[in-house]
Nanobody, 126 residues
Framework: QVQLVESGGGLVQAGDSLRLSCTAS????????MGWFRQAPGKEREFVAG???????VHADDVKDRFTIRRDNTNNAVYLQMNRLKPEDTAVYSC????????????????????WGQGTQVTVSS
């Protein structure tokens, strides 16, 4: 089992940058595929980025030129660097983890993840 804690959210202006962090408990962090999701008011949770156990990653189309996911297995952390933020990026951002033996798989559906953090609010003003 793993516990996830996000940090780094806040209120910024359009065009600014933020870096979200997600730290995990436990000693088997490298065994998990990690994902970032977001949920805006009145909308369903959506995939933002995911990173597999080997460090390969995928980003959603609407963020792939602005956001970057990376992981640090030494520090049990996954990060989401968000540049050129837009008002439509406003949402609660959550990290998620799923244990897998597959080194290459990246899950993009919320239902594929068993473990979730509490979320961190990102608000982008115009």
């Amino acid at each position: 089992q793993v516990q996830l804690v996000e940090s780094g959210g806040g209120l910024v202006q359009a065009g600014d940058s933020l870096r979200l962090s997600c730290t995990a408990s436990g000693r088997t962090f490298s065994s998990y595929v990690m994902g970032w999701f977001r949920q805006a008011p009145g909308k369903e949770r959506e995939f933002v980025a995911g990173i597999n156990r080997s460090g390969g990653f995928v980003h959603a189309d609407d963020v792939k030129d602005r956001f970057t996911i990376r992981r640090d297995n030494t520090n049990n952390a996954v990060y989401l660097q968000m540049n050129r933020l837009k008002p439509e990026d406003t949402a609660v951002y959550s990290c998620a983890a799923e244990a897998t033996a597959n080194m290459l798989i990246i899950y993009t559906a919320p239902g594929d993840y068993d473990y979730w953090g509490q979320g961190t609010q990102v608000t982008v003003s115009s």
